[in-house]
């Protein structure tokens, strides 16, 4: 099992930037796959980034360019560092894991992008 614990988030101007942060109760060395979803209020949940163990990468399309994901192994530490953010990426984000067929969830963290 892994429990995962988000923070960063917080209110924004548009052009903004904030970075993600979350931590992992273990190594996520041997993590298949680490990434975020956020969930925007009256939609459903959606992939914005993940990063295997491995080092491959992917983006929605909608942040391509504006957000990177990485990971920092021996913190045990997955970041979404965002940029040129707009108000439609307000939105809770989560962290999510995937290991040996589970997933694993962090409580989310809120993004708000509002002048």
């Known amino acids: 099992q892994v429990q995962l614990v988000e923070s960063g988030g917080g209110l924004v101007q548009p052009g903004g930037s904030l970075r993600l942060s979350c931590a992992a109760s273990r190594s996520i060395f041997s993590i298949s796959a680490m990434g975020w979803y956020r969930q925007a209020s009256g939609k459903q949940r959606e992939l914005v980034a993940f990063?295997?163990?491995?080092?491959?990468?992917n983006y929605a399309g909608s942040v391509k360019g504006r957000f990177t994901i990485s990971r920092d192994n021996a913190k045990n530490t997955v970041y979404l560092q965002m940029n040129s953010l707009k108000p439609e990426d307000t939105a809770v984000y989560y962290c999510?894991?995937?290991?040996?067929?589970?997933?694993?969830w962090g409580q989310g963290t809120q993004v708000t992008v509002s002048s």
């Open positions: 990063i295997t163990s491995g080092g491959s990468i």
């Open positions: 999510h894991a995937g290991d040996r067929g589970r997933d694993y």
